[in-house]
């Protein structure tokens, strides 16, 4: 693999830009060029100008025009940005993704931005300079492991510049953006990586790996220590497999000891199959993607770790698979729960909120200050909110707000679902304390989560279901087909302002 490109900010004179592209952002229909551009341009015998009034470049979102002047610069890259009073981080984020892409795909090397010409009065320098180094980050990702001809691309992208006229310092700003960027990046290649080779045990293994290289501490269970702990649960799901189940905890310690942890749980099914409810094609497809929740957390205590934020984490993963076997699990078993709740199964596809069951109670004995679990637990999520946003639960106003300020901040975009009482009348059973799922499949995403919250023990507590936002389908902005990385870039914003 290449290594990611690397990212600062300058502070130099247009004409002094140097390497293989300046990008320079265009509204539409607005071409007046400013005091700094037109001494670039005069530079450059008006070539900007010339252009702009010569050819039909509109400023449209998406456009881009290269002209070529072969000097200490070797292209201008007219960019357009669409209407402005349209514009915002979104088309910001997109714009600079999709054109880092064009351009690498045109075998450039290195390029400059000049980053007033992206500026609008809404945002502020910080931000900008975040948001272009996390977007050119994420928008240049690859998945390129399997390709026997061009596992290295012979075609990326080793440095960006960002050129402004202030004095600000940005080093902590481009630090953050891109190591978020990096843990991002990161959970989309053990995502995209194939259920045959990224079993609970490699994934196990990658966690450990990740925690030397991190100072973290870490410790992984066996299917011998999770019989041991009486995760029914857990075990249920995982018996039918022979791959076997790890449990892995990860902590950081970013302050006192003494001050209670953030506990982050993520659903890791290397490969659900459906178990005994198969599920058939094409439904069956890209299911590798269900380790999503436990990946990303895993990078969010890595990336804190590498931030060296103030916190003190707590991230517990199970892992399993869920597959067809003599030995499988089946409908009408009942299983007891580390917390010694009696649950009826009624459909083996519901796999994710059994082994979530065992982790958050395991998470809720670590007496935590709030829980945070993340999981690819249903295909309802994309009936709610498509494939835009994210649906996400809480028992606590303030974990609530915390997030949708996060989503703000992050762009990752998510909405709050009710968990009103109403619902756990719909898994009540007749034999067991509690069945996992309702018989109508009304409200999928609030009955999971509805499900979930016997097992927290009162601690505030938030799910986030990213049965839909794991993966994407399209090639597209900061978007690169397949594993998405959700939730890394919003739950680090949260963590970075956690009080
Ligand atoms: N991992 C799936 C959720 C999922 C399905 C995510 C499709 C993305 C696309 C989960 O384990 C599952 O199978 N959920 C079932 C629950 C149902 C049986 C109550 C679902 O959503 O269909
Ligand atoms: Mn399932
Ligand atoms: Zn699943």
Not at 234 to 245: D, I, L, R, T
Not at 280 to 288: E, G, S
Not at 356 to 365: C, P, Q, S
Request: aromatic share 8%; proline share 3%; glycine share 6%.
């Amino acid at each position: 693999m290449n290594a990611a490109p690397s990212v600062r900010a300058l502070k130099i004179e247009l004409i002094k830009a140097k390497g293989d592209a300046l990008l320079i952002g265009f509204f539409k229909e607005k071409f007046s060029l400013s005091s700094e551009l037109k001494k670039l341009d005069n530079g450059h015998g008006n070539i900007i100008g010339s252009f702009i009034k010569n050819s039909n470049f509109k400023g449209e979102k998406g456009e881009v025009k290269t002209i070529f002047v072969n000097k200490n610069i070797k292209n201008i890259v007219l960019v357009g940005l669409g209407e402005e009073e349209k514009y915002n981080l979104d088309a910001l984020s997109n714009a600079v993704a999709d054109v880092s892409k064009k351009l690498r795909d045109n075998s450039t090397e290195s390029f400059s931005l000049y980053l007033e010409s992206f500026k609008n009065s809404k945002f502020n320098d910080e931000e900008l300079v975040e948001k272009i180094t996390l977007s050119s980050l994420m928008g240049l990702y690859k998945f390129t492991e399997y390709k026997t001809k061009d596992k290295n691309n012979k075609k990326y992208i080793k440095q960006i510049t960002i050129i402004t006229n202030s004095d600000k310092k940005f080093d902590n700003h481009i630090k953050y953006s891109s190591v978020v960027a990096d843990a991002v990046n990161k959970t989309r290649d053990l995502v995209n990586t194939p259920p045959n080779v990224a079993t609970p045990e490699y994934v196990a293994n990658y966690a450990k790996d990740l925690a030397r290289k991190s100072n973290l501490k870490c410790a992984v269970f066996d299917e011998k220590q999770i019989a041991r702990m009486k995760m029914g649960c857990f075990m249920g799901v995982a018996q039918g497999s022979v791959n076997k189940p790890r449990f892995v905890v990860l902590e950081y310690y970013g302050t006192d000891k003494k001050q209670k942890p953030i506990a982050i749980v993520g659903k890791g099914i290397t490969f659900d199959s459906g178990g005994l409810n198969v599920k058939p094609y094409p439904f069956i497809l890209n299911m590798k993607d269900d380790k999503g929740g436990a990946i990303a957390a895993m990078h969010i205590a890595e990336a804190s770790a590498r931030l060296k934020l103030p916190i003190n984490l707590v991230v517990v993963t199970p892992l399993c698979e869920n597959m067809i076997d003599a030995a499988s699990y089946r409908p009408d078993d009942v299983l007891t729960a580390y917390n010694k709740m009696t649950v009826e199964i009624r459909n083996t596809d519901a796999e994710g909120r059994l082994v979530l069951a065992d982790a958050l109670a395991y998470a809720a004995e670590q007496k935590p200050q709030a829980i945070i679990d993340i999981a690819t637990l249903t295909g309802a999520s994309m009936i709610v909110l498509g494939y835009v946003g994210t649906p996400f639960l809480s028992t606590d106003e303030k974990i609530a707000e915390k997030i949708k300020d996060a989503s703000k901040k992050s762009l990752e975009k998510v909405w709050e679902l009710p968990l009103w009482q109403e619902y756990e009348e719909s898994i009540k059973s007749d034999i067991a304390d509690v069945k996992h799922i309702s018989d109508d499949g009304d409200a999928g995403v609030i009955i999971g989560a509805t499900f979930l919250k016997n097992f927290v023990n009162d601690i505030p507590w938030a799910h986030i279901d990213i049965g839909t936002t794991v993966w994407s389908k399209v090639d597209k902005g900061i978007l690169t087909k397949g594993a998405t990385g959700a939730t890394v870039r919003l739950l680090m914003e949260m963590l970075r302002e956690w009080k």
